[in-house]
């Protein structure tokens, strides 16, 4: 059974920190490369962290220096730690095996809401 479980949003003020935990069931974690997505209203959802299973770590200009994705393989979770929120950070944050489809099961998400 697929299981994709996302905490610890919230609201913040810019400049505050939030981590993300996400925790996933090992069908989808043991073999794909794991990410953390966005999607912010009338935005299409997108990519804002990779990690692959070596640990190995990307992310694109908009976050870089500013997200830390980390995996625990021993709990099948997946981390997204969130520094300097900045207001256009708002979105409902998702994580998913990497490359993830639209039409792959997805969580309910966690909203992050950073208020100026």
């Known amino acids: 059974q697929v299981q994709l479980e996302e905490s610890g949003g919230g609201l913040v003020q810019a400049g505050g920190s939030l981590r993300l935990s996400c925790a996933a069931s090992r069908s989808i974690f043991s073999i794909n490369a794991m990410g953390w997505y966005r999607q912010a209203p009338g935005k299409q959802r997108g990519l804002v962290a990779i990690?692959?299973?070596?640990?190995?770590?990307n992310y694109p200009d908009s976050v870089k220096g500013r997200f830390t994705i980390s995996r625990d393989n021993a709990k099948n979770t997946v981390y997204l730690q969130m520094n300097s929120l900045k207001p256009e950070d708002t979105a409902v944050y998702y994580c998913?095996?990497?490359?993830?489809?639209?039409?792959?099961?997805w969580g309910q998400g966690t909203q992050v809401t950073v208020s100026s």
């Open positions: 990690i692959t299973n070596g640990g190995s770590t």
């Open positions: 998913n095996k990497v490359p993830g489809y639209e039409y792959d099961y």
